[in-house]
T-cell receptor, first 113, second 113 residues
Framework: ETGVTQTPRHLVMGMTNKKSLKCEQH?????MYWYKQSAKKPLELMFV???????ENNSVPSRFSPECPNSSHLFLHLHTLQPEDSALYLC????????????FGSGTRLTVV | AQKITQTQPGMFVQEKEAVTLDCTYD???????LFWYKQPSSGEMIFLIY??????QNATEGRYSLNFQKARKSANLVISASQLGDSAMYFC??????????FGPGTSLSVIP
């Protein structure tokens, strides 16, 4: 167990489906993040939440909708995705300040068909 | 412009030998942090080691050490006594002001028995 739990581990969805990815941490961290990892590309930061407020949205298409109901939970709601959205979606959390970087979950492997 | 460069897409090392994974970075900040993460095939990103820009000594964590050369803006990871379980993707990352962590493209390490 890493301290950050992501569900589901694998997801296959059609382009007209609506699904949600869930991330949960019980580390007492104040910031949570969504990253997208596509094949042969660096990790792309999608969303940053600090103390449950979104502080950054890196020009992510509106078909991705994050939600942070409390400091322990983070969701990524998906609708009308495209095949190029297939990727590994990683959730991470961190203290606001600290030298130990992020704690990551194991990711959700998303395939859009 | 890419802020983190990892010039070795793939590396091979013999079991029990040492290996160096290269990382160079670009920043104008005086205060920043450098990280290395390991990502096995399971997908989870595992924090390995941290180096602060003001740290005068190179960071070490068990078999991992970070060869920090500030003037050259390089932060190479050295893994001593490689083990089969070290086979994974390795990502160099940097945190500038604002608590965002930027990742490099990664190096795939394969340990040969």
């Amino acid at each position: 167990e890493t301290g950050v739990t992501q569900t589901p581990r694998h997801l296959v969805m059609g382009m007209t489906n609506k699904k949600s990815l869930k991330c949960e941490q019980h580390l007492g961290h104040n910031a949570m993040y969504w990253y997208k990892q596509s094949a042969k590309k660096p990790l792309e930061l999608m969303f940053v939440y600090s103390l449950e407020e979104r502080v950054e949205n890196n020009s992510v298409p509106s078909r991705f909708s994050p939600e942070c109901p409390n400091s322990s939970h983070l969701f990524l709601h998906l609708h009308t995705l495209q095949p190029e959205d297939s990727a590994l979606y990683l959730c991470a959390s961190s203290q606001e300040e600290g030298e130990f970087g992020y704690t990551f979950g194991s990711g959700t492997r998303l395939t859009v068909v | 412009a890419q802020k983190i460069t990892q010039t070795q897409p793939g590396m091979f090392v013999q079991e029990k030998e040492a290996v160096t994974l290269d990382c160079t970075y670009d920043t104008s900040d005086q205060s920043y942090g450098l990280f290395w993460y390991k990502q096995p095939s399971s997908g989870e990103m595992i924090f390995l080691i941290y180096q602060g820009s003001y740290d005068e000594q190179n960071a070490t964590e068990g078999r991992y050490s970070l060869n920090f050369q500030k003037a050259r803006k390089s932060a190479n990871l050295v893994i001593s006594a490689s083990q089969l379980g070290d086979s994974a993707m390795y990502f160099c990352a940097m945190r500038e002001a604002g608590d965002k962590v930027i990742f490099g493209p990664g190096t795939s390490l394969s340990v040969i028995p």
